[in-house]
């Protein structure tokens, strides 16, 4: 396999952040540089690429979204509640070093660098559904591996019924923080099989390159069956535990996000139905198409639910 080294793909972010930096410091708080910095930072092309082989299991049957609209069209309520608010912030995250804590119910905890995390696995791109529980959804092109493969090597104990996932917190660098919408750090959770599940996965990359801080670099869960804010961005920890943590979203609206969020076009969020959603790029009046139970991972993952009532574990 053609695998870009990480100290390769290191070199590459370290010399674009330089740039920046340099190109920052030379400006000031100039609008034609700062326009520059933010146009290098949204477009993508300055980001180290991250090669990868396909994972032919994994090939969504819908097109792709555009790349400027996975890049430019974010949730990620630490820089603003704005969908253009990420793209226009998230370059002040400061993703290196970085660290990632595997804790809690393990027989070997460890602190993970982002390179020991990029050397664990060969890196596959994955083509996955995502669909917002606001309504929308994308098709997005990730890059990475299994979270199992990660947890494995902790070696999970018998008590470990749950993982817990937590993001970045920093606040000097995080304008949303301030609004208090959330408790931060943003926190979000799996049971111990949907962890496992082959599906739920490591991200480290999109379109070909390293992670844009928008979409959650340096790594980021992606979960397709569950609604978008399950997927947690820029982990810098994560726990097993014997008992359900609790996440940031049900904590903040229990009635309104669940624990589960299984995508589910049966069950309406309380202010909105879940039938159908908006494939963002077709347009403002491209018709609304049908929402598949589980975002269309039904044959995948709904074993894992049997027995459930899943309108009351919604
Ligand atoms: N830390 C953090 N992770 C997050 C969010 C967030 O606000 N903060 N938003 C979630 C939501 S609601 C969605 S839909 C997806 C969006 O991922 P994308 O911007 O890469 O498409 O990220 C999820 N992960
Ligand atoms: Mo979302």
């Known amino acids: ?19 920046l930096g340099m190109a920052a410091a030379a400006a000031g708080t100039g609008g034609f540089w700062s326009r520059t ?27 792709q979204t555009q790349e400027s609209d996975v890049t430019g069209y974010n949730n990620f309520y630490e820089f603003g509640t704005g969908k253009e608010d990420p793209a226009k912030h998230a370059h002040r995250m400061v993703i290196e070093p970085w660290t990632v804590r595997i804790e809690g119910e393990v027989h070997k905890p460890a602190t993970f660098s982002i390179d020991d995390l ?3 696995s060969g890196m596959q791109e994955r083509i996955y559904r995502l669909r917002c529980v606001e309504g929308w959804s994308m098709v997005i092109p990730w890059i990475g591996y299994s979270l199992s493969v990660l947890l494995d090597r902790v ?13 970045a917190r920093q606040p000097d660098n995080m ?11 943003y926190t979000e959770g799996l049971r111990m099989d949907e962890a496992m599940h082959p599906l739920a996965m490591l991200v480290f990359g999109v379109y070909g390159k ?93 074993q894992l639910y049997q027995g459930m009532d899943l309108s009351r574990h919604f």
Request: proline fraction near 9%.
């Open 1 to 19: 396999m053609d695998k870009v080294t990480p100290e390769h793909i290191w070199q590459n972010r370290r010399q674009v952040l330089q740039r």
């Open 37 to 63: 910095i933010l146009a290098a930072t949204q477009s993508h092309d300055d980001l180290a690429t991250l090669n990868s082989t396909p994972n032919t299991d994994y090939q969504a049957s819908q097109k």
């Open 118 to 120: 990029m050397g664990l």
């Open 155 to 167: 070696q999970p104990t018998s008590n470990a019924k749950y993982v817990e996932f937590v993001s």
């Open 175 to 185: 304008p949303g923080l301030a609004a208090g919408i959330l408790d931060w750090p």
């Open 210 to 302: 390293v992670l844009p801080n928008q979409n959650g670099a340096p790594l980021r869960l992606a979960v397709p069956w569950k609604y978008g804010f399950k997927s947690a961005k820029s982990l810098v920890a994560i726990r097993l535990l014997r008992d359900q943590p609790k996440t940031s979203w049900s904590s903040a609206a229990p009635n309104e996000y669940g624990f589960y969020a299984n995508v589910n076009p049966d069950v309406p969020h309380p202010r909105w139905s879940q039938a159908t959603e908006r494939i963002i790029g077709e347009g403002m009046f491209a018709p609304r198409v049908k929402t598949q139970p589980f975002n269309g991972y039904a044959d995948e993952v709904a």
